[in-house]
C-alpha cells in the first residue's frame, strides 16, 4: 500500500516525536511495514535491489503460475470484465480522449508488430468460416447503400441461407451456365448488378461460378445474351 506525500511528511513528524512504525500505522490507517518502508529510503533502495535481482526469477514463478492456471485466470478475468463492463469502457473512452496521439500510435506499433499473426488468423478464419465472411462483407455494401434497412427479419435469414448454401452444399449450379460448381469456385451474385441499383435481396441473388460472374461483371445477364 502506498501513502501521500502529505501522510509521509506526517509520518515523519510523528516518528522524529518518537512514536513507533506500528503505533503510526494505526494513527493513519496503514501497514507498519508501509510506514518503515516510506521513512526509510535506504530499505526501499534495498528492495528495490531486491527486485531486480531477482525479476527474472519473480517473473518465470509468474509466467508458470498463468501456465498451469489458465482457465482459473481465465474465469476471474471475465467476472471481473462483467462486473466493471462500463466503469472500463468509460475508463478507457476517456484515456484514448485525452491521448489520441498516444493510442494511435501504439496502435499503429501493435499492428505492426502482429502483421503477419493478425493476417494468418484473418486467413484461418475466412477459410472456417465462407459463408458468414462472403455474407458479411456483402451485408456490409448493402447497409452503407441502404437496402437492408427495410430488409425483413425473414428476407436476412434467407440471404444468409443463401450464402451458406454457397459455401457448404454438396452439388450446387451456376445459374448462368448451369454447370455444377466445386467448393471454393462459388460466388453469390446480384441479378440485378449492385452498381446498377439491385436490391441485396433474396430475389436478387443467386450463385454462380467465379468464370461467369468475372465475365457477367456488372452487367445484366440480358446483355450477355442469358435469359432468367
Keep these: 500500500m502506498t501513502m501521500s506525500a502529505e501522510n509521509v511528511a ?25 510506514v518503515a ?9 534495498k528492495k528495490a535491489a531486491y527486485h531486480e535481482a531477482h525479476r ?29 463492463r462500463e ?4 475508463s478507457s473512452a476517456a484515456y484514448r480522449a485525452a491521448n489520441p496521439d498516444k493510442c494511435r500510435i501504439t496502435h499503429s506499433n501493435h499492428y505492426l508488430a502482429n502483421r ?3 493476417l494468418a ?11 458468414e465472411s462472403a455474407a458479411w462483407a456483402a451485408n456490409r455494401r448493402a447497409i452503407k447503400a441502404g437496402w437492408l434497412l427495410g430488409a425483413t427479419s425473414a428476407q436476412k435469414a434467407e440471404i444468409k441461407e443463401i450464402y451458406r448454401k454457397a459455401a457448404e452444399e454438396p452439388k450446387i449450379r451456376c445459374y448462368l451456365c448451369g454447370k455444377l460448381i466445386p467448393l471454393g469456385d462459388r460466388q ?13 435481396l433474396p430475389a436478387n441473388l443467386a450463385v454462380t461460378c467465379s468464370k461467369c460472374n468475372l465475365r457477367k461483371n456488372a452487367k445484366h445477364p440480358n446483355e450477355l445474351g442469358i435469359l432468367i
Design 121 to 131: 488468423y484473418a486467413r484461418e478464419y475466412y477459410q472456417n468460416h465462407l459463408s
Design 87 to 90: 466503469e472500463d469502457k468509460a
Design 37 to 45: 518502508y516510506q521513512l526509510n529510503p535506504a530499505d526501499r533502495e
Design 10 to 34: 506526517r509520518a515523519q513528524e510523528m516518528r522524529d516525536e518518537g512514536m513507533s512504525y506500528t503505533a503510526i500505522g494505526v494513527e493513519l490507517g496503514v501497514a507498519r511495514k508501509t
Design 188 to 200: 453469390v451474385d446480384h441479378i440485378l448488378p449492385f452498381d446498377k441499383d439491385g436490391p441485396h
Design 116 to 118: 503477419k499473426k493478425r
Design 56 to 84: 527474472e526469477k519473480a517473473n518465470a514463478y509468474a509466467r508458470e503460475y498463468v501456465a498451469a492456471n489458465k482457465d482459473e485466470i481465465r474465469a476471474k478475468g471475465a467476472i471481473y470484465r462483467d462486473a466493471h
